[in-house]
């Protein structure tokens, strides 16, 4: 028999979601709103002065060609980085789904750690001098330099910031497969169903709760976790060509020290960022089967 928890009058209930609602306050609304109101106006480096300007700072990005470029930029590293990440992990959930432990719990090791110490990582193998993927590739006669092709940064970062999300996936995935009845697999399979025909007839519709929440949660870090893996591989560079939205608002508001414009950009990806989510819940969610 069911039972329900109720509660006289509704001041515990306040008491109990208070905490959550005071780090939401400090943590997110205070911040959202200093950013909404600092757009409006382009303050000196040393905040000493504040001139109103209105929009005038959303009309100066939408208006340069550079940010409009991160826009694009952020959408190529986005989906990379999401179809890479997901992919990988659902195909080695897949395979090690009756697989050793020891093999799961070296797949989960990555996730402990930092995008910047990822970052790193990738940077010294694939470092123009003493990198030894740089050194395996030139001797393959292939010359490797991502600090001036832009090309091959943006592939740096991408398998960087994927090789570290591969674990957060993985879990997922293993744990979605595992509850799918094996019955069902071998039944197709005894009805001559092939690997891919079981897999999109049976196994992707039973995971699409899952694969819907990662996809939801991959694309977000994408657009704000990553900071770290750029900040540490390119900086954002060659030519601003791995310069994702949030990396953009770093460089123009802490380096450039455009305090306005860079209020201004973190409310315009905030923005996008709420509009990207309504839109997969919205339409997605639809094809998802619960």
Same mark, same amino acid.
């Given at each position: 028999?069911?039972?329900?928890?109720?509660?006289? %009058?509704?001041?515990?209930?306040?008491?109990?979601?208070?905490?959550?609602?005071?780090?939401? *306050?400090?943590?997110?609304?205070?911040?959202?709103?200093?950013?909404?109101?600092? !757009?409006?106006?382009?303050?000196?480096?040393?905040?000493?002065?504040?001139?109103?300007?209105?929009?005038?700072?959303?009309?100066?990005?939408?208006?340069?060609?550079?940010?409009?470029? !991160?826009?694009?930029?952020?959408?190529?590293?986005?989906?990379?980085?999401?179809?890479?990440?997901? %992919?990988?992990?659902?195909?080695? *959930?897949?395979?090690?789904?009756? %697989?050793?432990?020891?093999?799961?719990?070296?797949?989960?090791?990555?996730?402990?750690?930092?995008?910047?110490?990822?970052?790193?990582?990738?940077?010294?193998?694939?470092?123009?001098?003493?990198?030894?993927?740089?050194?395996?590739?030139?001797?393959?006669?292939?010359?490797?330099?991502?600090?001036?092709?832009?090309?091959?940064?943006?592939?740096?970062?991408?398998?960087?910031?994927?090789?570290?999300?591969? !674990?957060?996936?993985?879990?997922?995935?293993?744990?979605?497969?595992?509850?799918?009845?094996?019955?069902?697999?071998?039944?197709?399979?005894?009805?001559?169903?092939?690997?891919?025909?079981?897999?999109?007839?049976?196994?992707?519709?039973?995971?699409?709760?899952?694969?819907?929440?990662?996809?939801?949660?991959?694309?977000?870090?994408?657009?704000?976790?990553?900071?770290?893996?750029?900040?540490?591989?390119? !900086?954002?560079?060659?030519?601003?060509?791995?310069?994702?939205?949030?990396?953009?608002?770093?460089?123009?508001?802490?380096?450039?020290?455009?305090?306005?414009?860079?209020?201004?950009?973190?409310?315009?990806?905030?923005?996008?960022?709420?509009?990207?989510?309504?839109?997969?819940?919205?339409?997605?969610?639809?094809?998802?089967?619960?």
């Amino acid at each position: 028999m069911e039972k329900r928890v109720t509660f006289k %009058g509704i001041w515990l209930p306040l008491l109990l979601v208070l905490p959550q609602i005071v780090i939401t *306050a400090v943590f997110f609304f205070y911040p959202a709103g200093q950013a909404i109101w600092q !757009s409006l106006f382009i303050p000196d480096p040393f905040g000493l002065s504040m001139q109103y300007v209105g929009l005038g700072n959303f009309e100066y990005l939408l208006s340069n060609s550079y940010y409009r470029a !991160s826009f694009v930029t952020t959408a190529v590293f986005s989906i990379l980085v999401t179809l890479v990440s997901m %992919g990988v992990a659902l195909y080695l *959930a897949d395979r090690l789904i009756k %697989g050793p432990g020891v093999y799961r719990t070296l797949l989960i090791w990555p996730y402990a750690v930092a995008p910047a110490v990822a970052g790193v990582l990738w940077l010294f193998m694939f470092n123009t001098r003493v990198g030894v993927v740089t050194w395996y590739l030139g001797l393959l006669g292939y010359d490797w330099n991502h600090v001036l092709n832009g090309e091959e940064a943006m592939g740096l970062v991408v398998v960087a910031s994927a090789w570290g999300r591969i !674990s957060y996936n993985f879990l997922f995935f293993l744990a979605g497969l595992q509850a799918i009845p094996r019955t069902v697999i071998e039944a197709a399979a005894i009805d001559g169903a092939h690997f891919w025909t079981r897999f999109r007839t049976i196994v992707f519709p039973l995971l699409s709760p899952t694969t819907f929440f990662l996809l939801v949660v991959n694309i977000v870090y994408a657009f704000f976790e990553t900071f770290g893996v750029i900040h540490t591989i390119t !900086s954002g560079g060659p030519q601003q060509s791995t310069t994702i939205l949030v990396y953009k608002v770093y460089s123009d508001g802490f380096v450039g020290q455009d305090l306005g414009s860079s209020a201004a950009q973190s409310v315009i990806l905030l923005v996008l960022v709420g509009v990207l989510t309504i839109i997969q819940f919205k339409f997605i969610e639809r094809r998802v089967h619960y």
